[in-house]
């Protein structure tokens, strides 16, 4: 169906496609039986067609950089990666991008640059945009500028589970108002149906320019970036936030002599470089007038370089305590309660009983649009029951700390794991209705089998 | 049971490393492996390695992920910016060297024979070691020895003296440092530097070889080097024992550098070119040698320069690193055609007529490459070298 050369049964070519970020190892017992490259919709659709028939459960992969694990299989089956189709093709005229779903994003944002354009998808760069798609995120872009891809999208190719493969969408610039069945994909994490072409509006690269207040607590870091909103300012692209403890081990990684205490950095844009510069500084005033120790908008490459390394430092964080690796938690509060949901991230470990209490926390997050996070670090030598203990510990207070603060989140293909959230926010009617919808469209559910059940 | 306790501890001290991992896949984003999957790439091959030693699984298909490997480095720059910062390459070939030594499963087959012939006649090919110096018929090159001290010893390394694209890189060396009135010669006994063994994991045979070289330095009280070769650059400085035991060792670039700012040598022809210049993993990389190929091509009246896409730390490998210049990986895995082929875009995109480079391997790699593209009228590959005897 995809030529032999395209099929995969090699032992570490399904470890590879069923290992997660998660920090424990994967089970044999979830390993794919085989992993296949479809090239083109036509392969796609009698896959899935073959696999409704005969009742083999399909799992979709773009790229394997989400933070959670629905690329793991959890009924073994096929392993279907998008990553041939990666075709792009940039038609200025009608101002769209058409892209196969395997295309990753760095490509694509190397190859609009070249032309002027921007990719309002800021995942890392190895990441597919049909995953993004697919789980609808943006990566750290601030949903009130850029939207997201359900707002981005002119268009879908999709091969639904049974086969067929069907349109939505079109060439033109404006979108449908009314029904428009192509959102329905965007965002439903590959569970109704395989996106096998991408259509998207082109937007005009910004120019940009990076700005810094330092401040004394990380609470001021969530008041300022409220204020920022409430008080009109030109957003900017980026709006990055980097804790106290987390800023010191940046600095002190680097041999940096930036002032002690919270970081916020965000990347100002404009249509010209003069109207970044004054987005920036206007940003910079507030900073200043909110109380940051120290502010400025960044002129030179290097310094600039070497605030975004404080922040790029993150997977390090936890070494100087002897920590082996991290997990990090995601909470979007809403806007009043940003300083609030910083205070509660200070003192998470503190009077807890279970695996958190163990942990060394350091936040970061990325404040412009709203979304904060806590990086908790667990020690060398912690055997895979317990690593999954704390695993499920992280869940649960995440879990307790967006329901707190009003946030769903989701950025990370995170239905499985947010099951428990998901019924609590919106209840049971909600709940079964998306899960008729996944039997509407996937009668045999071949296609993520588990991940809308809750399995892990 | 001494011997499984020490196959226990070098298992234990991958799985340890390598569970360090964070996952991110982030050193897959500058692996010159990656084509369309991620099992091809640096992430996947360090994760092969993981479950292969914790599942006790050395299967040949192992073998392939783990030789297939370039050792360009790439990957730890990624690594090393925004993740763990670990040493992958330094993993990647000691999984190799286990893999040899302990579980029998490697090299690659075609390389068997080159580690043979590395032992037997001091080069990769097994090509005479009494034609090793034939290059250098006619041009009047003392052999450095104890009875005929020299300056500087000039170390070929194996490709350039074997090889024929090699080969005019040793005599466009030997040709500029006489017209320097350089007082240098080489040794009529060299042998392999011992680099491509260490990176095919066998590293016995790397010491043998570095003992047998070390040997003739000595005898011949050679007090600094002058190589062309970057991987023989590298290995002396970073492998051999002491790092050469003070022996002073430089990359030619470093060399002419030096005596062109003494004046003992003058670049006056003038070449109106458009270059761009690639640089060798071995010689950038992973020696920090970025500046002097530079500099050394802005001192050529006439240049215009053009930087490649990826450059100095992100430079592109060109494919043949790590021993893969004696093997070609399964088809399923991305072949070092695809990898060179790559590179010579770039600079095919940045309009140069001549793409430069310091190294033979990469000399020849990317030459190869430029044929397959059928683009010989577009662009040319040069060694530095020849483009300084032009300016003479």
Sequence with gaps: ?456 | MKEDTLQNSIEEKLSEDLSACMKCHLCNLFCPLVDTRVTQGSYGINRSIYYGIKWNEFSESLRDLVYSCTTCGKCEVMCTKVSRALSLRELIEKTREYLLVEKMVGPMPDQTAVLKNMHVRGNPWGNPSHERTKWASGLDIPFASQDNKVEVLYFVGCASSYDPYGQKISKSLSRILKQADVNFGILENEVCSGHEARRMGENGLGDYLAENNMAMFKEADIRHIVTGDPHSFYTFKKEYPGGGNGLKVQHYTQFLNDILDQGKLELSTRIDKTVTYHDPCYLGRHSDVFDDPRKLIARIPGLTFKEIENNKKLSDCCGMGGGRMWMEPPERLTSSQTISERRVQQALDTGAEILLTACPFCNITLTDAVKSMGKEDAIEVMDITALVEMAL
Excluded at chain 1, 43 to 72: C, I, N, Q, R, W
């Design chain 1, 1 to 456: 169906m995809v030529g032999e050369e395209y099929v995969y049964e090699d032992l570490f070519e399904r470890i590879n496609y069923a290992d997660t970020l998660l920090p424990y190892d994967v089970e044999k017992e979830f390993l794919p039986d085989v992993v296949i490259q479809p090239g083109t919709a036509q392969e796609v659709s009698k896959v899935l067609a073959y696999a409704t028939k005969h009742d083999v459960p399909v799992t979709t992969y773009g790229s394997g950089t989400d933070l959670v694990f629905p690329t793991k299989p959890k009924h073994r089956g096929i392993t279907m990666s998008t990553e041939r189709m990666d075709s792009l093709e940039i038609n200025e005229e009608y101002q769209y991008l058409e892209c196969g779903p395997g295309l990753k994003t760095g490509k694509a944002i190397k190859a609009l640059g070249k032309l002027g354009y921007f990719l309002p998808i800021q995942t890392q760069a190895g990441s597919s945009i049909g995953g993004a798609v697919s789980i609808n995120t943006i990566g750290h872009l601030a949903d009130n500028i850029f939207g997201r891809p359900v707002h981005n999208v002119l268009g879908l190719e999709v091969v639904l589970p049974t086969g067929e493969i069907i349109e939505t969408g079109s060439k033109c610039l404006r979108r449908s108002a009314g029904w428009d069945l192509g959102r329905i994909f965007i965002g439903s994490e590959g569970m109704l149906g395989v996106i096998t072409k991408v259509r998207m509006t082109l937007m005009p690269m910004p120019e940009t320019i990076d700005a810094v207040g330092f401040f004394k607590t990380d609470e001021e870091v969530g008041h300022v970036m409220t204020r920022m909103y409430q008080k009109k300012l030109p957003l900017p692209m980026d709006g990055e936030f980097v804790g106290t403890k987390a800023c010191k081990l940046g600095c002190d990684a680097y041999g940096l002599d930036f002032p002690e205490g919270a970081m916020a950095v965000i990347k100002a844009m404009g249509r010209t470089k003069e109207e970044a510069v004054r987005n920036a500084q206007e940003v910079v005033d507030l900073f200043k007038s909110e109380g940051a120790t120290e502010a400025f908008v960044i002129e030179d490459p290097e310094t600039a370089e070497k605030v975004w390394a404080v922040r790029e430092n993150v997977m390090r964080w936890g070494q100087e305590k002897n920590k082996k690796g991290g997990k990090a938690i995601e909470v979007n509060p809403v806007l009043p309660l940003m300083a609030d949901a910083i205070k509660s991230l200070e003192r998470i470990t503190e009077g807890r009983t279970d695996l958190i209490a163990e942990a060394e926390a350091y936040l970061y997050g990325h404040v412009g649009s709203g979304s904060l996070h806590c990086y908790l670090t667990y020690p060398y030598g912690w055997p895979a029951e317990k690593m999954k203990q704390f695993v499920d510990a992280i869940w649960n207070v995440e879990k307790e700390l967006q329901l707190k603060y009003g946030g769903i989140g989701g950025d990370w293909g995170w239905f499985p794991h947010r099951l428990p959230l998901y019924r609590e926010t919106y209840g049971e009617t909600s709940y079964a209705i998306i899960k008729n919808l996944k039997g509407l469209f996937d009668p045999s559910n071949i296609l993520n089998r588990g991940n809308l059940e809750g399995e892990v």
